[in-house]
């Protein structure tokens, strides 16, 4: 079964209604993220989507799109996490993701 949970489909600016931008998707026992917006953890605790995914997946680099990736990678770390997690992105992903994680 195919479930789509909205994360965040506000502007960039949370309101008390709508989170910053993160969708999870998932299929069979796996989830991919698409985006990953600040508040973006509380939501996947509130509706359930969980930490296991192994991908995110960036539509492009405003910072209501990306700035949830640090906390949520280092809860993962806190969580003693040890599967991997590859980020995706547009060109110069590489260099914009390192330098948000490394907040």
Known sequence: MLSLTFLGTGAATPTIDRNVAGLALQ?????????????????????????????????????????GVTGLLRTMGLQ??????????????????TAVIAL
């Open 27 to 67: 299929r069979e026992g796996e989830t991919i993220l698409f985006d990953c917006g600040e508040g973006n953890q509380r939501q996947m605790m509130r509706y359930g989507v969980g930490f296991s995914f192994t991908e995110i997946f960036f539509t492009h680099y405003h910072a209501d799109h990306i700035l």
């Open 80 to 97: 003693d996490r040890t599967a991997p997690v590859t980020l995706y992105g547009p060109r110069n992903a590489r260099r914009i993701l």
